[in-house]
């Protein structure tokens, strides 16, 4: 798949940056065998998920204004992706 076919979402959130990442952890951890991903790499500002067939999703967090901006990148769990956005709770809240 060429990169512009990825999808990229973003969400604003009041969490800071390392308790998003130790949600995602979470969250990408306990989802059913099909949509499970676990731990590939990680660091202070992101960190990476293979999954099914190798699928990659990799999450992104620098501070922003109010909170914590999130970026999540991922070919084929773009649902998953913003599920985990939805229990994030928002600046616009």
Same mark, same amino acid.
């Given at each position: 798949m060429a990169p512009s076919q990825r999808t990229l979402q973003e969400f604003q959130t009041t969490l800071a940056p390392n308790d998003v990442?130790?949600?995602a952890k979470d969250f990408f951890s306990r989802r059913s065998p099909l949509y *499970?991903?676990?731990i590939d790499k990680e660091g202070p500002t992101f960190? *990476?998920?293979r999954g099914? %067939? %190798?699928?990659e999703i990799?999450?992104?967090? *620098?501070?922003?204004? %109010? %909170?914590t901006r999130v970026t999540g990148s991922t070919y084929l769990f773009d649902m998953q992706l913003a599920r985990f956005f939805s229990t994030l709770? *928002?600046?616009?809240a």
């Open positions: 990442l130790a949600r *499970s991903a676990f960190c *990476s998920f099914q %067939g %190798g699928e990799v999450i992104g967090v *620098s501070p922003a204004d %109010g %909170g709770p *928002s600046v616009h």
